[in-house]
């Protein structure tokens, strides 16, 4: 399996990840310290997350444990939409794992990316 890697960018309000190939621990860590890094820009103003999967990203069960705790903080400090893009149904599972009870305004999967970030947009700005 490929060694994983990341993305992380803003657009005003937006965030942006790109997970690729797995993720191990030490790869969640340094995701962590890089995507808090971008939200502390933000200076406290609602957010929303765009993460996009469409490039094999997968993670270990520790690390997907780590993620709901993540997208966690999200939920309390600002993002109040979520949208994800897909290629496969074990990227879909993921998903429904790491965002399990966690009440943002609105969350929605895409399998096309454009329709995701303009769905996710279209949030933002209403």
Known sequence: MDNGQFSVNQDGNLITCRPKGAF?????????KNFDQTVKKLNGQNWG?????NESASAEPAVQQRV?????WCLHHGCD???FVVCNSL??????EVTKNLPFKDLQIFQNEDQAL???KDKLTS
């Open 24 to 32: 191990d621990m030490e790869l969640a860590v340094q995701y962590e």
């Open 49 to 53: 997350l765009l993460s996009i999967y």
């Open 68 to 72: 709901w705790a993540q997208l966690n």
């Open 81 to 83: 939409f979520m949208a």
């Open 91 to 96: 990227q879909r599972r993921l998903v429904d």
């Open 118 to 120: 303009n769905w996710i």
